[in-house]
Each structure stands twice: as C-alpha cells, then as structure tokens.
T-cell receptor, first 113, second 114 residues
C-alpha cells in the first residue's frame, strides 16, 4: 500500500562511488514506473522511467532495474557527484492510464566529499 | 515549450482562514493536472487530479477542495485551514496516457498554518 507518512531513509555515499537506491512497490498490476529527483525546496524532476515489460533501462549515469517477482525497483547512479545529493522518489502507475501515480516515501542521498 | 507556474511561493496563514493556491500550465492543451502535498521530510501525497475542465478526482478526504475552471488552470482551496494543512504543495501536469506518463512539477508553494 501507500507508504506516504514514513520518515525518509538516508543513504550516504562517497563522491565517485556508485549509489543504489531501492524501492518496493505495492501493485503487481502496475505497468509503469518513474524515478524522480527532488532538490531542497524544489519540485521533483524526472530522471528515468521503465515499463513492466523491461527488466533494465539505462540513462546517462543512471540505471533502473525492475524485479517484478518481488515488486522491487532500484536506481543505480554511477560515479556519484555532489550534485546528485537530493531526495529520490520512485512512483508506480496506479491505474494504468497514466493519470494516477503512487509515490514512495523517498530516500535522501547525501554525497560525502 | 511547456511551463508550469504556481503561486504564491510561500504563504503563512492562521488556523481557520481560507486558502487559494493557483497553478497554471502554458504550452500544452488538455493536460492532466495534479495537486500533491509533501509534509516536511516525507513523501508525496496525491490530493487531487483532473483529466479535464470541471473533472476532479479526490484521493484523500480532507478539508481541501480543487477546481479546474479552465483547461490549464488548477486551483486548490480550503474554507478553513487546519494546522495539519501545513506543508509543501506541488502542482504537476502530464499528457498521459501517452508514450511517457511523466509528470512535470511546478516550483511548489510552502504553506505554514499558524
């Protein structure tokens, strides 16, 4: 179910290392997922998306993995940079019409110098 | 190109006062529109979404309401604010259903109810 209301987990990584942010989703029928990045005081920004007919999708320095068996989504960021520090949200398409997404609680990524 | 505007950027209101937050989208037609609330340090909670003028779906029962008087205008209102209404309010739009259902978010309004 929705996990809105939980306090944000935090991931701290060293600059240059790879980051892996995880997300569990609730609806096995969800067919579309998005990762968003939200910097402090700003609205979320799209990073990468994936459809349920795929297991993996790569972007620039980011990779999203989808495991439908265990309803798990992950975002991998290669060579993490200070500018990657933000809160990252996964969102699942709730109604298969692109109108209604359920957002995860978010993970705060802190990049250490 | 498309842009989304929200105002005001910040707002401090006393308990029991009314609220009106406005969101407008430029550069697209018939967008899906959304209102989210984000409590401090927490995730996004969908409040309302609209697929067309006058069509509003509510996700969470509360003392807030939404209206869409024009195609690219979405308004969030309350007759009497509660302390628990404090938060960061985000408006978003999308073209879904479409090849990409990405939602584009506005800059947000930070509301503090005192």
């Amino acid at each position: 179910g929705e996990s809105v209301g939980l306090h944000l987990p935090t991931l701290s990584v060293q600059e240059g290392d790879n980051s892996i942010i995880n997300c569990a989703y609730s609806n096995s029928a969800s067919d579309y997922f998005i990762w968003y990045k939200q910097e402090s005081g700003k609205g979320p920004q799209f990073i990468i998306d994936i459809r349920s007919n795929m297991d993996k999708r790569q972007g620039q320095r980011v990779t999203v993995l989808l495991n439908k068996t265990v309803k798990h989504l992950s975002l991998q960021i290669a060579a993490t940079q200070p500018g990657d520090s933000a809160v990252y949200f996964c969102a699942e398409n709730k109604d298969n019409y692109g109108q209604n997404f359920v957002f995860g609680p978010g993970t705060r990524l802190s990049v250490l110098p | 190109s498309q842009t989304i505007h929200q105002w005001p950027a910040t707002l401090v209101q006393p308990v029991g006062s009314p609220l009106s937050l406005e969101c407008t989208v430029e550069g697209t037609s018939n967008p899906n529109l959304y209102w989210y609330r984000q409590a401090a340090g927490r995730g996004l909670q969908l409040l309302f979404y609209s697929v067309g003028i006058g069509q509003i779906s509510s996700e969470v029962p509360q003392n807030l309401s939404a209206s869409r008087p024009q195609d690219r205008q979405f308004i969030l209102s309350s007759k009497k604010l509660l302390l628990s209404d404090s938060g960061f309010y985000l408006c978003a739009w999308s073209l879904g259903p479409s090849p990409s259902y990405e939602q584009y978010f506005g800059p947000g309004t930070r509301l503090t109810v005192t």
